[in-house]
């Protein structure tokens, strides 16, 4: 008897499925054979600046909690310039083999791309690992501005006869963008003076040349035990640790404001997902472990370690904020 039409598209739909089946087997016992022999070699997390910033000892205390877990140095390598593009297109660039990585920062990452049009693109040219660190920023005022809390700075600069100014840590820098997108909700203008770095313009916050000055927590908060300053908000959507009596910005009239910046890493696309895996468990681990955690506050950030696909949700929300704060504040590449 011959076989039925019918019988023989069941037996081609059963080999099909056993095909896909062992297809899927294969793929996945080369993706544990993917990390068990990675790494092989040392490994190097390129930072996007000099030596001796935040983000290079965030890198280096990555680097070091690495190290003992992988069984392979892992090694920083500083390249600096154009404000972090040459190592974020570096690191693009590089084979996707998981020996290059990138100490990735909210500016390369989010608010270049929102400037001007960059060699390279935040999304499809890198896979994110997961995010090491974040930190709000803090609004510190001069002890002479006659306010107490964001209400009060608000209604003085809208009373204010002539157009105060806030210092930034330059043109474009997240303390710029964070102070443009908090204006902009407040209805009010302020004049931004750029300073080169955060330090000269919380300087002159505290000479009382400038009355205002939203910094980074690590730069705020051992000045603000001086008595020069007061810190009046924190830009994230729930209090710092080491500030808990100061509200947020969305605490005091302005809810959904959120500004923080972060340090993560991420490697060049496609990537093997199994090295990718293992770099995110390895870095979960260190967000949960004690030693890890004092190290990072001890410079004045919060641990994360994060999941790659939060990490994606993580950038895919800040490209359309710093994206806003770029349009608002009018300001263009160098």
């Not at 087997?25 to 080369?30: D, F, M, P, R, S």
């Not at 009060?152 to 009373?159: D, F, G, I, P, S």
């Not at 994230?236 to 959904?256: I, M, N």
Request: with cysteine.
């Amino acid at each position: 008897m011959r076989p039925s039409i019918l019988s023989l598209h069941d037996k081609h739909r059963r080999l099909a499925l056993r095909i896909t089946f062992a297809c899927s087997l294969l793929l996945g016992l080369a993706g544990q054979a993917v990390a068990q022999a990675w790494p092989q070699k040392s490994i190097r997390i390129v930072v996007p600046f000099s030596a001796g910033g935040n983000t290079d000892s965030i890198a280096r205390i990555t680097a070091d909690w690495l190290t003992q877990k992988l069984g392979q140095t892992v090694i920083v390598e500083n390249k600096p310039g154009a404000s972090g593009a040459i190592a974020a297109e570096f690191v693009a660039r590089a084979p996707a083999d998981g020996y290059t990585l990138f100490m990735a920062t909210l500016p390369q990452m989010a608010v270049l791309p929102a400037m001007a049009k960059t060699s390279y693109d935040p999304v499809t040219d890198f896979a994110p690992v997961s995010i090491v660190a974040s930190n709000a920023f803090a609004l510190a005022v001069n002890e002479a501005v006659p306010a107490k809390s964001l209400p009060e700075l608000v209604a003085y600069v809208r009373k204010n006869p002539t157009k105060l100014i806030y210092a930034s840590a330059g043109n474009a820098s997240l303390s710029h963008l964070s102070v443009v997108l908090l204006l902009k909700r407040a209805g009010i203008e302020m004049e931004h003076v750029g300073y080169k770095g955060g330090a000269p313009a919380l300087a002159d916050v505290i000479a009382g040349h400038a009355p205002m000055y939203f910094g980074n927590l690590a730069e705020i908060i051992p000045q603000s035990k001086s008595g020069k300053i007061k810190v009046l908000a924190v830009s994230g959507d729930k209090r710092a640790p080491q500030l808990p009596g100061v509200p947020t910005v969305a605490e005091q009239g302005y809810p959904g404001y959120r500004t923080n910046t972060w340090n993560a890493i991420a490697a060049p696309a496609k990537t093997p997902p199994a090295v990718i895996e293992r770099l995110a468990r390895e870095i979960a681990n260190a967000a949960r472990d004690p030693g890890f955690i004092q190290r990072l506050e001890n410079i004045g950030v919060d641990p994360v370690g994060n999941t790659p696909a939060e990490f994606a949700a993580v950038l895919k929300s800040d490209l359309a904020v710093w994206a806003e704060a770029v349009r608002i504040s009018g300001v263009k590449a160098d």
